[in-house]
T-cell receptor, first 114, second 113 residues
Framework: GAVVSQHPSWVICKSGTSVKIECRSL??????MFWYRQFPKQSLMLMAT?????????EQGVEKDKFLINHASLTLSTLTVTSAHPEDSSFYIC??????????FGPGTRLLVL | QQQVKQSPQSLIVQKGGISIINCAYE??????FPWYQQFPGKGPALLIA?????SEKKEGRFTISFNKSAKQFSLHIMDSQPGDSATYFC????????????FGKGTMLLVSP
């Protein structure tokens, strides 16, 4: 299957700081990437859809000024959690569309805000 | 409104048995139905997927059964192994637009040795 990587795999930061998470499609180009959030023992919650070269589309209830998404190239999308607070602690997962229907997921990034 | 309902929430199966997970959807625009397997602390991995033009798809020990009229689909894991113990998510999407996935709530499968 296609390979999607995320960096870092885990991060601990102080409250009020910003954290950037990178998502890369390693062996294919992805015009569309997605960012999800997952709480323990729960399903994936779509945060936003990221399209290369254009603004991200955020799901209802997701603060676009807090979760900044940049899709600068066909293989890289970044999620920046600005002014992070303990309630932002979660497992963040990206995915990328290799074709019109198939989404491949990254390994996830665990964020802990102290 | 939950558009994809998944059951059961958890499942315990003996080694060698058949694991069955069911999903039902409401949106008739859905035309792509993947199943993902997720181990703790890892991202979901695509397991198998089906389009509504077929009623069944088999890949190794994993089979999807699809009932378009009932708007239901299920995952069958034959000869279940302890290594299959994971959380399984069904999902659905429409081929139009950005193909965003709507996920079920997940099923935690435990295969006992």
């Amino acid at each position: 299957g296609a390979v999607v990587s995320q960096h870092p795999s885990w991060v601990i930061c102080k409250s009020g700081t910003s954290v950037k998470i990178e998502c890369r499609s390693l062996d294919f180009q992805a015009t569309t990437m997605f960012w999800y959030r997952q709480f323990p023992k729960q399903s994936l919650m779509l945060m936003a859809t990221s399209n290369e070269g254009s603004k991200a589309t955020y799901e209802q209830g997701v603060e676009k000024d807090k979760f900044l998404i940049n899709h600068a190239s066909l293989t890289l999308s970044t999620l920046t959690v600005t002014s992070a607070h303990p309630e932002d602690s979660s497992f963040y997962i990206c995915s990328a569309n290799r074709d019109q229907e198939t989404q491949y997921f990254g390994p996830g990034t665990r964020l802990l805000v102290l | 409104q939950q558009q994809v309902k998944q059951s059961p929430q958890s499942l315990i199966v003996q080694k060698g048995g058949i694991s069955i997970i069911n999903c039902a959807y409401e949106n008739t625009a859905f035309d792509y139905f993947p199943w993902y397997q997720q181990f703790p602390g890892k991202g979901p991995a695509l397991l198998i997927a089906i389009r509504p033009d077929v009623s069944e798809k088999k890949e190794g020990r994993f089979t999807i059964s699809f009932n378009k009229s009932a708007k239901q689909f299920s995952l069958h894991i034959m000869d279940s192994q302890p290594g299959d113990s994971a959380t399984y998510f069904c999902a659905a999407s429409s081929m139009t637009g950005y193909s965003t996935l709507t996920f079920g709530k997940g099923t935690m499968l435990l295969v006992s040795p």
